[in-house]
C-alpha cells in the first residue's frame, strides 16, 4: 500500500518518473534542479529503472534529445530550471507542434541579470505560448502525484502533447515534506504503454518536421492551437481518475474559504500555501476574503477562472514575475483579458512580489488585502504595486 | 572496357531514398551528395536533417522527398536529436518493441550548421559515443540564407558577408578543419568525401555504418548558385577540389590518417578558382599565398598518413 515518507519534493519527481517506466532521460543540471536529475541519474545506475540517461551538453541539446528519442516511440523525461528552459526555448516550439508526449519537471527559477538562481515564475511566463501543456503544483505530494499523472495525459492518443509539471525553485524543490508515495503494484495500469502512432521507424516511413510554407503555416498553427485547448477534457478526466483510485483530487482552479468572499487573492505555485494562513487570520477578524489557485496554466481554463472570480467584488492577483515595460504582472494580465468580455467583472489589484526567491510572509499577503481595499476606496488607479521593495 | 560499362552500374542500388522532385537548383552538389549518401545508406535507417538547403528543398509540407523515416527540428540541434533517436532505439529494442532490425542513425547539416551553430551540439554527441554517423555537407557557405560566410568558406572568397569589395579580398580567415576537429574526439571514424567520387563516397559511408561508435563524414558539396559557376560543371568542380589539393579525399580510423588518392603532383590552384564566380576578384598574388597554404596543408596530411 501507498506509504508515507518524508522525502524532498526534488525525490519524489524522480520516484514518479521511476514509476511511469521512463525510458529515455535527456538532462543538463541547472539549480534548482539538480536534484531531480542527480536522483534519476542514481536510480538508472542501480538498475532500478531501464532507461537510457544521456547527459547531454546543454538544455538546448537536453530538449533535442527528447525530441529525438519521443519522435522513435520512447517515454520520455527531463527537468529543467530558469535559464535552462530559457536555452530550451525554440526546441520547446518544436516538440509541442511535433506533437511529442515529452513530460518536463521544471523547478521554477528567476531569469538573469543579475544572476539569481532562486525561485519565481520569470522562466515560465516566458514560454507561456510554446504550446505545451503546462500546469502549477505546491507541495512534494502534488509533484509526485501529477507528475505521474503527466505521463498518463501527454501519452493520451487523444492528447500528445509535451507538459511541464511547475514546481517553485527551493521553496518546493528543496523542501523535505510528508508525502505518500505509491507502490509498483498500486499504480499498475494507471499509465498504459506508450504507443505513439507514427514513430521514426525504418518499417513504415514518415516526414517529421517539414516546412510549412504561407499556404499552410496558419492553418498549422491554428489546428495545434484548437488541439491544445481540447487536452482539457483528458486532463480533467485523469485528474478525476487519479482522485478516484489514489483519493486525492485537482482541479483546474481550486478555492480555499472563497464561498461568500467579496475579496479574493488569486495566485499560483507554492506561496498559496502561505496565504492560506493570512486567510485565516483575516477570516477571524471577520473579514470575507478567500484565495483561488491557479493550478492549470495552459491549455487556460476560462470557463473555471471565470467562474471562481465571478462573484467578488475586488480581486488580488499575485505576481512572481514582472513584463518589463509592459503591463506589470503577466498572471495578472491573462487575468484581466479573461475578464473583460464578462458582463459583470470584480475590480484588478495586481501585487508583484518574491522575486528571485524572495520570501513572502503571511503578514504581507494581509498587507496586499489591505492595500487592495486602500487603492479602490480612495480610487487610486496603478497598473501594478511591489510587494516588499526597497525604494 | 564495355564489360566494365555494364558492370558498373550494378554495383549501386537503382532504388532512391531522395526521391527525384525536389527542388534544388540545377546542378546541385549537395543534393546529388545527400542522394549518393542515402543510396548507401539503404532503408534501414533513421535520418535527423539540420535547417538548411537539403532540408528545404526536400520538405515543403504537404510534399516530401525522403523514402526513410526522416526528421527535421532545427538549425543547430540536430546531433542532439540523433542522440535521442539512438538512444531511444537501444532502450526499445532492449525491451523488444521498435524497429526489429538494426537501424543506423544519421545525423546530417550543411558547413554552417555543422562547424558553426551545431559544433557544441555534435562535439557532445561525438563525446558520448553514440553509434551515429553525422554527415556534414559541406558547400562552404550558408546557402540557404543567400550565401553568407561560414567558418567553412574558403580564404578569399566573396559571400554575402564576405564581400570582397574596394578594400576587402573576401573572407579573410582560413577554412575550419572540421574532420581534425571531430578526430579529437578520438571517435573511431573520420573520413572526407565528394559525390564526384561516388563508390569512394559509398565505401566510406558503408564502413562508417559497421563502425560501433560515432563516425564523421565530411562531403564536399559544390554549389553552383553560391560559387557562381556553372551549374554543368559541378562534378568536375569536385574533382578538381580534390586534385589541386583544395579538398583532399582521406580516411581518419582510429586515429590512423589514410589518404583515399594521392594527388601529388597536385594541379594548379588557378585551374579551380578560376571557373569560379567567387574567387574571380582575387589577384594573382592572393591567389598565389592560398596556394602556398594548399600545398603545405597537403604535405602536412601526407606526413599524417604516412606516419
Ligand atoms: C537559430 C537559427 N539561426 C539562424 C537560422 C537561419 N538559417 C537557416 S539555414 C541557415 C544556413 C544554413 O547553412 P548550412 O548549414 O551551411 O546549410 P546550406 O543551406 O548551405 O546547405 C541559416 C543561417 C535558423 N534557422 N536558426
Ligand atoms: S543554393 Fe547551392 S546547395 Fe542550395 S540547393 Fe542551390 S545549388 Fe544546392
Ligand atoms: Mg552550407
Known amino acids: 500500500m501507498s506509504k508515507r515518507v ?12 521511476k514509476l511511469a517506466e521512463t525510458e529515455v532521460v535527456a538532462a543538463y543540471p541547472i539549480t534548482p534542479q539538480t536534484h531531480i536529475v542527480e536522483r534519476l541519474s542514481e536510480i538508472v545506475a542501480d538498475g532500478e529503472l531501464d532507461a537510457e540517461f544521456i547527459c547531454v551538453e546543454s538544455e538546448h541539446s537536453a530538449m533535442s534529445a527528447c525530441i529525438g528519442s519521443s519522435a522513435v516511440g520512447a517515454r520520455t523525461f527531463t527537468a529543467t530550471a530558469g535559464q535552462g528552459l530559457e536555452l530550451m526555448h525554440e526546441v520547446l516550439y518544436v516538440a509541442a507542434s511535433s506533437r511529442l508526449p515529452i513530460v518536463m519537471a ?6 538573469s541579470g543579475p544572476l539569481n538562481v532562486w525561485g519565481d515564475h520569470s522562466d515560465v511566463m516566458a514560454t507561456r505560448d510554446c504550446g505545451w501543456i503546462q500546469y502549477f503544483t505546491e507541495n512534494a505530494q502534488e509533484a509526485f502525484d501529477l507528475t505521474l499523472c503527466a505521463f498518463k495525459i501527454a501519452e493520451a492518443p487523444e492528447v500528445l502533447f509535451p507538459l511541464m509539471v511547475h514546481l517553485d525553485g527551493f521553496h518546493v524543490s528543496h523542501v523535505v515534506e510528508p508525502l505518500y508515495l505509491l507502490e509498483k503494484e498500486e499504480i499498475a495500469g494507471f499509465i498504459p504503454p506508450l504507443r505513439y502512432p507514427f514513430p521514426l521507424d525504418p518499417r513504415k516511413p514518415v516526414t517529421m518536421g517539414a516546412f510549412a510554407p504561407p499556404v499552410l503555416y496558419t492553418e498549422s498553427k491554428k489546428a495545434l492551437e484548437v488541439a491544445l485547448r481540447s487536452t482539457k477534457e483528458t486532463i480533467l478526466r485523469v485528474w478525476k481518475e487519479f482522485g478516484d483510485a489514489f483519493g486525492r483530487y485537482y482541479n483546474p482552479v481550486e478555492s480555499y474559504r472563497a464561498e461568500d468572499a467579496d475579496t479574493l487573492l488569486l495566485a499560483i505555485g507554492s506561496f498559496t500555501e502561505t496565504a492560506t494562513v493570512a486567510i485565516d487570520t483575516l477570516r477571524d477578524r471577520g473579514e470575507k476574503v478567500g484565495l483561488i489557485r491557479l493550478r492549470l496554466w495552459r491549455p487556460f481554463p476560462f ?8 462573484s467578488a467584488q475586488q480581486v488580488i492577483i499575485f505576481d512572481r514575475a514582472i513584463s518589463l515595460g509592459g503591463p506589470g504582472g503577466p498572471l495578472c494580465s491573462e487575468i484581466k483579458s479573461a475578464l473583460y468580455q464578462e458582463p459583470k467583472k470584480p475590480k484588478i489589484v495586481s501585487f508583484i512580489g518574491g522575486l528571485g526567491g524572495r520570501d513572502i510572509t503571511p503578514q504581507q499577503f494581509e498587507q496586499m ?13 496603478v497598473e501594478y504595486e511591489t510587494i516588499g521593495v526597497r525604494e | 572496357m564495355d564489360r566494365y560499362s555494364v558492370f558498373v552500374p550494378r554495383l549501386i542500388t537503382s532504388k532512391e531514398y531522395f526521391a527525384p522532385g525536389h527542388r534544388a537548383c540545377i546542378g546541385c552538389g549537395e543534393a546529388l551528395a545527400v542522394r549518393h549518401v542515402c543510396k548507401a ?4 535507417v533513421i535520418i535527423a536533417n ?8 526536400s520538405s515543403a509540407l504537404p510534399t516530401t522527398t525522403w523514402r526513410v523515416p526522416w526528421i527535421h527540428s532545427l538549425f543547430e540541434n540536430t546531433a542532439a536529436v540523433a542522440s535521442g533517436i539512438e538512444s531511444g532505439l537501444k532502450v ?7 524497429p526489429d532490425k538494426k537501424v543506423t542513425v544519421v545525423a546530417m547539416g550543411g558547413d554552417g550548421s555543422t562547424c558553426d551553430i551545431g559544433l557544441q551540439a555534435l562535439s557532445g554527441a561525438m563525446e558520448r559515443g553514440h553509434n551515429f554517423i553525422y554527415v556534414c555537407f559541406d558547400n562552404e557557405a550558408y546557402m540557404n540564407t543567400g550565401i553568407q560566410r561560414s567558418s567553412a568558406t574558403p580564404f578569399g572568397a566573396t559571400t554575402s558577408t564576405s564581400p570582397a569589395g574596394k578594400k576587402g579580398i573576401g573572407q579573410v580567415t582560413w577554412k575550419k578543419n572540421m574532420p581534425a576537429i571531430a578526430a579529437a574526439h578520438a571517435i573511431p571514424y573520420v573520413a572526407t568525401a565528394c559525390p564526384s567520387y561516388p563508390f569512394d563516397l559509398f565505401e566510406k559511408v558503408k564502413r562508417a555504418k559497421e563502425i560501433e561508435g560515432p563516425a564523421y563524414i565530411h562531403v564536399f558539396s559544390v554549389c553552383p548558385t553560391g560559387w557562381r ?4 560543371l559541378s562534378v568536375k568542380l569536385g574533382r578538381l577540389a580534390v586534385e589541386t589539393g583544395v579538398f583532399p579525399l582521406y580516411e581518419i580510423v582510429h586515429g590512423e590518417y589514410k589518404l583515399s588518392m594521392d594527388c601529388s603532383p597536385l594541379r594548379p590552384l588557378v585551374e579551380y578558382t578560376k571557373v569560379q564566380g567567387r574567387f574571380r576578384h582575387l589577384t594573382e598574388d592572393v591567389v598565389q599565398q592560398i596556394q602556398e597554404r594548399v600545398v603545405k596543408n597537403y604535405a602536412d596530411l601526407q606526413k599524417k598518413a604516412s606516419g
Do not use: Y
Request: proline share 2%; glycine share 8%.
Open chain 1, 303 to 310: 470557463d473555471e477562472v471565470r467562474a471562481a472570480l465571478r
Open chain 1, 369 to 381: 488585502f489591505a492595500r487592495c481595499r486602500e487603492l479602490i476606496d480612495k480610487k487610486i488607479d
Open chain 2, 50 to 57: 539540420a535547417t538548411g538547403c537539403m532540408e528545404i528543398v
Open chain 1, 106 to 111: 521544471v523547478a521554477n527559477r528567476a531569469l
Open chain 2, 229 to 232: 559557376s556553372a551549374p554543368e
Open chain 1, 6 to 17: 518524508g522525502m524532498e519534493a526534488s525525490f519524489a519527481i524522480a520516484e514518479a518518473a
Open chain 2, 92 to 98: 526499445l529494442q532492449r525491451k523488444g518493441r521498435g
Open chain 2, 41 to 44: 545508406l539503404g532503408k534501414d
